[in-house]
Every structure is written in structure tokens, then in C-alpha cells.
């Protein structure tokens, strides 16, 4: 499992943190790639890619806000299994023609209903046109307050794969 940090995080930030805990309980590999100081998406891509093609087994991708968007870009150009995004920075705008589309593995979107950074429209339409699961929760951009029913998100998720 590989998880893509947001533009104003780290690589083990406190969701990644709980969320790489679920994964190796299941005896998952865990992977956080660094992004600090790479501003740029389709570098933040390029350095996603670059790692996952180090990696055996199946590529599950795990990314948050602009990690979100880096990790489904990363998904169309890989041999990703699933992706599991929280608050996925699509459709911005401006940028709405960057949101990755060639997507085609199980997808399941976390994102808080009172998010002021990236609409959550924006997920709700990307579900809709990509057949991905869907969670809204009663929360913000950040997800902070909801980490536990994200892992039990998580985890189901890959139960479920």
C-alpha cells in the first residue's frame, strides 16, 4: 500500500499514520511517499510512479486532497489494484481537465460534507461518473475528527477486494 500526502502535509501525517496501521495488520507493506517541497501534481505523479515500480504485489494507492488526485493519475498509468481517496482534489477550478478519468480499479472516496477546500460535489460527481463508492461524513477538509470510522472505512475496504 502507498499513500500520497496533501499539498500542506507530510508523508505520516495522523491519518496516514492510523491508516498504515490497519494496513499492516492485515500484513500489508506500507509505503509513504515524500512529497515536501514538490509543489507540482504531475511531479508528485512521476515520483508516485517511480516508487510503485519497486514495489511486488498488488499496488494499492491511498491518497489525501491533492494525494487524492495524485494517486487516481497514478492509477491510470500503473498497475494500481484499488484506490481509496479521502477528499480527492477533482474538479478544481480551473483545473477541472486535470482530474484523471482513465481510471477503471475499485475506488472508494472518504470526504467530509463541510469541506471548504475542495467541494464535496466534486467527489460526489467523480463517484457518480466512475461508479466509486462514496462516504460523506459530518466533517471537514481535513477529515482529523473522523480517523477512526476512516480506518474502519479502510479496512472494509480491503476486505472487501
Known amino acids: 500500500m502507498v499513500f500520497s500526502h496533501?499539498?500542506?502535509?507530510g508523508p505520516w501525517g495522523s491519518k496516514i499514520t492510523a491508516m498504515?496501521?490497519?494496513?499492516?495488520?492485515?500484513?500489508?507493506?506500507?509505503?509513504?511517499?515524500?512529497?515536501?517541497?514538490?509543489?507540482?501534481?504531475?511531479?508528485?505523479?512521476?515520483?508516485?510512479?517511480g516508487v510503485a515500480r519497486e514495489l511486488h504485489?498488488?499496488?494499492?494507492?491511498?491518497?489525501?486532497?491533492?494525494?487524492?488526485?495524485v494517486a487516481a493519475a497514478a492509477a491510470a498509468r500503473s498497475k494500481a489494484a484499488a484506490l481509496f481517496l479521502l477528499a480527492p482534489a477533482f474538479y478544481m477550478r480551473g483545473l477541472e481537465q486535470y482530474t484523471p478519468?482513465?481510471?477503471t480499479v475499485p475506488t472508494a472516496i472518504v470526504h467530509g460534507w463541510h469541506d471548504?477546500?475542495?467541494?464535496?460535489?466534486?467527489?460526489?460527481?467523480?463517484?457518480?461518473?466512475?461508479?466509486?463508492?462514496?462516504?460523506?461524513?459530518?466533517?471537514d477538509h481535513r477529515l482529523e475528527d473522523k480517523i477512526d470510522a476512516i480506518c474502519v472505512l479502510l479496512g472494509n475496504f480491503l476486505a472487501e477486494l
Do not use: F
Open 116 to 139: 471548504d477546500v475542495v467541494p464535496v460535489e466534486n467527489s460526489i460527481r467523480w463517484a457518480r461518473e466512475h461508479g466509486a463508492t462514496l462516504h460523506v461524513l459530518d466533517s
Open 101 to 103: 478519468q482513465e481510471v
Open 57 to 69: 504485489g498488488p499496488l494499492l494507492l491511498v491518497g489525501s486532497s491533492m494525494g487524492g488526485h
Open 6 to 9: 496533501g499539498k500542506e502535509s
Open 20 to 49: 498504515a496501521a490497519v494496513a499492516r495488520n492485515l500484513n500489508l507493506t506500507v509505503e509513504s511517499v515524500d512529497y515536501r517541497g514538490l509543489d507540482d501534481p504531475l511531479r508528485r505523479v512521476e515520483k508516485l510512479l
